[in-house]
């Protein structure tokens, strides 16, 4: 794993195991919401991890027990919205240089929530960017933007008729009640539940099924899922991806078939 060349003020950025790197929302005392700099940091941190060749998954959690992300920091929006010209300008600036972790829709890496307390509004849509899901029981996820005379505009509104049902996603969606993280297993949106103690460990248990697999295999799984997702299935079928080409021209490409035939395991060099 490489070294950050800068140290994050908002976030911790780990190498928690070999190949995985955990980014954490360290900002407990607004409920790890995110203002315009700590956008910033974080669209930096993943590009970091996605051009990090030593990297092949990513876990995003939040810090402590209460919150995992109570997206926008609307304290620090709203102190903008008052400010001088020149202070909106130079937020919005910053703004213009941030890809936000719910607008990569091609992120190259296999994103895993580890969701440790409520996940309201942006913490919601969050964790619905990620590709795995680990909750504690404790957790709460919701859309309640309507009661705040708004909408899930960071994706809410288009992920969740995605991924449940649609009367489902309409129920959530216009009353902004909350789920559990019970229901929200039982309905498809999260992968496991577990006690908050075994939150870490039950990450662990995925990351170990996942490395398994060979780097680049993973990466161009993960491709022509999302890239084919949007697609008639004709079209998505055969419809070139580069991800699968490198892959398809790699040495572990080779080694898959040669590892199994010598009844071994497969010793994976990501190239």
């Keep these: 794993m490489q070294s950050l060349p800068w140290t994050p003020q908002y976030f911790l950025y780990e190498d928690i195991r070999p190949e995985v ?5 360290n900002r407990p005392e607004v409920r790890n919401a995110i203002n315009t700099p700590a956008h910033k940091e974080w669209s930096d941190l993943l ?12 876990v995003i959690t939040g810090s402590g027990k209460q919150a995992f992300c109570a997206g926008r920091d609307l304290k620090y929006l ?34 895993i929530g580890q969701v440790n307390g409520v996940a309201f ?11 795995l899901v680990v909750a504690a ?3 709460l996820f919701g859309l309640p933007e309507p009661r705040r005379g708004i909408y899930a505009g960071g994706g809410g509104v288009h992920r969740l008729p995605r991924q449940v049902p649609l009367k489902l996603a309409m129920e959530y969606l216009l009353t902004g009640n909350s789920l559990t993280a019970k ?16 939150l870490e460990s039950s990450v662990n248990e995925l990351i170990d099924d996942i490395l398994l697999g060979a780097p ?11 890239r084919g997702l949007g697609l008639p299935l004709e079209e998505a079928f055969y419809r070139s991806y580069p991800a699968v080409e490198k892959m398809m021209a790699s040495e572990d490409a ?15 060099k990501g190239r």
């Design 78 to 111: 709203s102190k903008i919205q008052n400010s001088s010209d020149e202070e909106k300008a130079e937020d919005a600036e910053t703004m213009s240089q941030v890809t936000k972790l719910i607008e990569r829709f091609d992120y190259p890496k296999p994103l």
């Design 183 to 198: 229901r929200a297993l039982d309905i498809g949106l999260v992968n496991r539940v577990v006690p908050f103690e075994q």
């Design 216 to 226: 680049l295999s993973i990466q161009a799984t993960k491709q022509a899922s999302a």
């Design 121 to 131: 509004g942006g913490g919601f849509e969050v964790a619905m960017a990620c590709d």
């Design 254 to 268: 080779r080694e898959g078939p040669k590892a199994f035939a010598e009844k071994r395991t497969p010793l994976w």
């Design 47 to 58: 590009d970091f991890a996605a051009n990090d060749d030593s990297i092949s998954i990513i």
């Design 21 to 25: 790197a955990r980014i954490t929302i």
């Design 137 to 139: 029981d404790h957790v």
